[in-house]
């Protein structure tokens, strides 16, 4: 890179802003067509006029009834759930200051998951409206307990996080699935939600976790630019005046009320918290008030592409979500490991 | 003379858990000095600037700015009027310099005001100061120790309060890196009236660039005092064990400290 010119205009906030904008954009246009590949693709194609006359009430085949009935809802809920995922896995990230943190990694979607089976197991629950506040009461007992076993360890070491969150994550999922073996019909309730999908829910699923999804985003976006100074340690953010254990405290919430929303309605989908800020970091930099936004639109974007791709593969049956994230996510966690060690 | 910005310890004690690395420490640094803390490796040096700027909390005794307790003072309130250069800061991957420096607005700022020409002056005054403007663009973890040490500062300058702290500012530079961060450190001092306090390991450094000393051992306070009147032969043979004789530095007359041949190990003596 070549030195400064003098009499470049200085880049300020307003400016960058709408450097950014073309990325936006774009990143808006890719989402827009992984809407639209969701509505139309999967084991009965339907073409792209035929979506368009479904959604605006022209057509009433079965075609339309298709796109209507099951995948608009089924769209809707995955841009949701990739939304609160990809920024949660960012306000993580940004709160350990580990580029290996995740929902997935901290065994926060985990805690979430187990704490629900075992509500249906105990209380009888069968519908994902109700599983909301076990889910977030579950992810923030598993988001203590990763942080906790990392501090023992003196200083935080990044990869210790995520191995211990990840050793946390295999734990209960044994858990779960012994609570999930001692009673048959919370086997039939859990096993398909546990996989990890956004099919075959209605949109009334979302709306009792939209109040925790959406408070869980404001609190993130008011974060960001305390988040910025978070990452130059906490002794600088402390002398820059940032309550670093308020701050840390408020978007760990933040990260529990996202997660715990995403798999009340989804199950635990791996990996798209990981993913999402490390697809966006190289484009818009680490300014968490660029890099929330952009995970925003690269969260529900990974997640439509993987539950399109998940269609596809193996038609006219499909894979569930949270299986294909977990088979791409999988070499990327390994990747960052490496990446980070280096 | 009162002047402003001083800042005081009455009675600190400060712990790390169960150890005790400073205790019952009473002093007052000058406003519109600098102060360099010095001492022997271990000797809370660090420590002790850790509880002045309120990233380490007294076990007891107070820390006052101008005579107000800065733990009752809310962060940001501190952060206005105190900067601090922590001895090894966390620099974010790929993060540019003026990136970096636009961060010591922070305090300045509010949620949803907007970027100020005011915000945008003091960024470019302090880049300009540190001599970081033409590194602006530049990722700072791609930068030598020396430009990366001054492109801190700059976020310290950016912050523009009266009073800076620096921890240990010449750690892993060359001499002429050393020179220059403490060069900038007396300009700011001079041409900017602002406090500085650091700590130093250097006492022929701290002897030069600082107008007042406190010297600690074993988290104790040694001496304190302007350079000329607190380093003796005595001093540092009782602080640091070092036998030495202490004379005028040919280039500014302060006090400069030369170990004796031979003494500094006795088991290296030769015969």
Redesign the interface.
């Known amino acids: ?1 070549t ?2 010119h003098q009499g470049v205009p ?5 400016f960058r802003a709408v450097r950014h904008l073309p990325l936006f954009l774009a990143g808006l246009a890719a989402l827009a067509l992984c809407v639209a590949a969701s509505l139309a693709l999967g084991a009965r194609s339907v073409s792209p006029s035929t979506v368009a006359d479904a959604l605006f009430g022209d057509a009433h085949g079965r075609d339309a009834l298709v796109v209507t009935g099951l995948r608009l809802p089924r769209t809707v809920i995955g841009l949701a759930v990739g939304a609160a995922l990809g920024v949660a896995g960012a306000v993580a990230q940004a709160v350990t ?1 580990n ?1 290996l943190a995740s929902p997935t990694t901290l065994g926060i979607n985990a805690g979430a998951a187990f704490a629900v089976v075992v509500a249906i197991f105990a209380l009888k629950l069968d519908s994902p409206a109700q599983y909301v506040w076990f889910a977030c009461a579950g992810a923030a007992g598993a988001a203590l307990l990763a942080q906790a076993m990392a501090r023992r360890a003196g200083d935080i070491d990044p990869v210790r996080l995520a191995l211990g969150g990840t050793v946390l994550q295999l734990v209960l999922l044994s858990w779960t699935s012994a609570v999930m073996l001692m009673d048959q019909r919370t086997l039939d309730d859990a096993r398909f939600w546990l996989a990890g999908s956004v099919s075959g829910r209605s949109l009334d699923v979302l709306l009792p976790v939209l109040p925790a999804l959406v408070l869980g985003l404001v609190i993130a976006l ?1 974060l960001s ?2 988040l ?2 978070l ?3 906490d ?2 953010a ?6 670093v254990a308020r701050i840390r405290l408020a978007g760990g919430v933040a990260v529990v009320l996202l997660a715990g929303a995403a798999v009340a309605v989804a199950g635990p989908v791996a990996f798209i918290g990981l993913a999402a800020p490390h697809l966006v ?1 190289p484009l818009l ?3 968490h008030r660029l890099l929330l936004p952009g995970c925003l639109i690269a969260g529900p974007l990974l997640l439509l592409a993987a539950d399109v791709l998940g269609r596809l593969v193996i038609r006219p049956s499909e894979l569930e979500v949270g299986i294909v994230t977990a088979f791409l996510g999988a070499p990327l966690l390994a990747l960052l490991a490496r990446k980070v060690t280096r | 003379m009162t002047t402003a910005d001083q800042l005081a310890a009455h009675g600190l004690d400060l712990r790390y858990g169960d150890r005790l690395v400073v205790g019952g420490l009473d002093l007052t640094l000058p406003g519109g000095a600098v102060t360099a803390i010095v001492g022997p490796n271990a000797c809370g040096k660090s420590t002790l600037l ?1 509880g002045l ?3 380490l909390a007294p076990a007891a005794g107070r820390v006052t700015l101008d005579g107000a307790d800065i733990h009752r003072m ?7 009027r ?5 001895q ?8 540019t310099v ?3 420096v636009r ?2 607005r ?2 300045h ?1 509010r ?1 949803l005001s ?2 100020s020409a005011a915000d ?1 002056r003091a960024v ?1 005054e302090a880049l300009e100061r540190t001599g970081t ?6 990722p700072v973890d791609q930068l030598s120790g020396g430009q990366r040490q001054r492109a801190w500062i700059a ?1 310290a300058l950016a ?1 523009d309060t009266e009073l800076l ?1 620096l921890d240990e500012p010449t750690t892993f530079l060359d001499l002429r890196h050393q020179l220059d961060v403490l060069d900038l450190v007396a300009a700011l001092h001079a041409e900017a009236g602002r406090t500085v306090v650091m700590v130093l390991h250097d006492l022929g450094q701290a002897a030069r660039y600082a107008d007042h000393m406190v010297v600690l051992k074993d988290g104790r306070l040694a001496a304190t005092g302007a350079p000329a009147d607190v380093l003796d032969a005595d001093l540092v043979k009782s602080v640091f064990d070092v036998d030495c004789r202490v004379i005028p530095d040919p280039e500014t007359g302060t006090p400069l400290v030369i170990p004796k041949a031979g003494a500094v190990r006795h088991s290296a003596v030769s015969a």
């Open positions: 890179m030195a400064t200085t880049t300020g906030a307003p200051r580029p008011a630019p305390a910025n100074a990452a130059l340690g002794d600088t402390q002398s820059l005046g940032v309550p970091r930099g680490g300014d | 850790r700027s309120r990233l809310s962060a940001r309130a501190l952060a206005l105190m900067g601090l250069l922590p090894q800061p966390v620099t974010p991957e790929a993060i003026e990136a970096l961060l010591g922070y305090p700022q949620l907007p970027w945008q470019d403007a033409g590194l602006r663009d530049h976020l912050q702290l």
